[in-house]
């Protein structure tokens, strides 16, 4: 890893350390939350201008979240433009600006409503997304309010047959170890990584089986007509792990230190633009190797 997140950015910065074909493709998949957001969760207005420019100069930015499409548009979709295309719900799902879905590897819906009742029984919340939709409890939905403010949440009560249908990603909050167990009885249909959110408090996101961000790159990928390994992946956390190491992995100043460790570059703090500096040298190295 080389580490630039004292340093200003800059394309002579970059051109040494990403190759030149890499560069000139100009392809890049970003983290949402504490990558594009700050830490506040606000988008700042010099992220949004860099991501534009990237498109602007013939390039893509695409979000790689573990955030399915309702929250993600609530937050950092609004700032793409209408040709961008996304990974979503923690590499589950392919998805176009406008909500279409291109591509999924989603959960059944029967083990979807069974998991459902069980952090009901447990004491659990839980909370999930269906295509533009994020359906959650509605008694409990207090939870999601606290970092998704703002955000229209459906009410679980209203899917008509929650069993017939295929779900991206559940995201269960206010976990305990008995839950922790459940989910262990599942290992053989699901993949789940615990995480924090924006308070610092425990969640778990579940996919299929199998499902990473990888996932769904790996399917923009084929899309874009090019390898994995020439997309720049830029990330802060721990579900981040794995895009880091199949893409041209980029660490954010502050993601944590075991991505640090595996990306090949480490850029500047979200909340001092790290992004925006980055894809703006990253736009003026393309036009010098142009």
């Known amino acids: 890893m080389t580490n630039f997140a004292d340093a200003p950015i800059t394309p002579e910065l970059i051109k040494a350390v990403i190759p030149a074909e890499i560069v000139r493709r100009l392809i890049i998949a970003v983290d949402a939350d504490k ?15 860099a991501i534009l420019a990237v498109f602007a100069a ?9 955030r399915a499409y309702a929250p993600a548009t609530h937050l ?18 392919l998805m176009t600006q406008s909500g279409e879905r291109l591509w999924g590897r989603e959960i059944p819906g029967k083990l979807v409503a069974e998991l459902v009742a069980q952090t009901e029984k447990l004491g659990c919340n839980f909370g999930f997304g269906l295509g533009k939709k994020f359906y959650v409890a509605s008694d409990r939905s207090q939870t999601f309010h606290k970092f998704l403010p703002g ?4 009410d679980v009560r209203d899917i008509p047959d929650l069993v017939t249908q295929q779900i991206p990603i559940l995201v269960i909050s206010e976990l305990n170890s008995a839950m922790k167990v459940v989910l262990e009885q599942h290992k053989s249909e699901l993949s789940w990584k615990l995480m924090l959110d924006f308070k610092d408090e425990e969640y778990v996101d579940i996919t299929a089986a199998g499902v990473t961000k990888v996932t769904g790159l790996a399917q923009l990928a084929k899309l874009k007509n090019l390898p994995v390994s020439e997309i720049i992946t830029v990330g802060d956390g721990l579900n981040d792990l794995e895009m880091i190491q199949a893409g041209f992995g980029i660490a954010m100043g502050n993601a944590v ?6 990306a090949k570059l480490t850029i500047g703090h979200t909340d001092n633009d790290g992004l925006a ?3 703006l040298a990253l736009i003026e190295a393309r036009r010098q190797l142009s």
Not at 58 to 66: E, Q
Request: aromatic share 6%; glycine share 10%.
């Open 76 to 93: 950092v979709l609004p700032i793409f433009p209408e040709s961008a295309i996304h990974v979503l719900a923690g590499g589950a799902t």
């Open 35 to 49: 990558t594009t957001t700050r830490l506040d969760m606000s988008v700042s207005p010099a992220t949004k201008a």
């Open 257 to 262: 230190p075991e991505l640090k460790q595996l």
């Open 277 to 279: 500096e980055f894809l």
């Open 151 to 154: 955000l229209f949440l459906d």
């Open 58 to 66: 013939g390039g893509n930015v695409s979000l790689c979240t573990g």
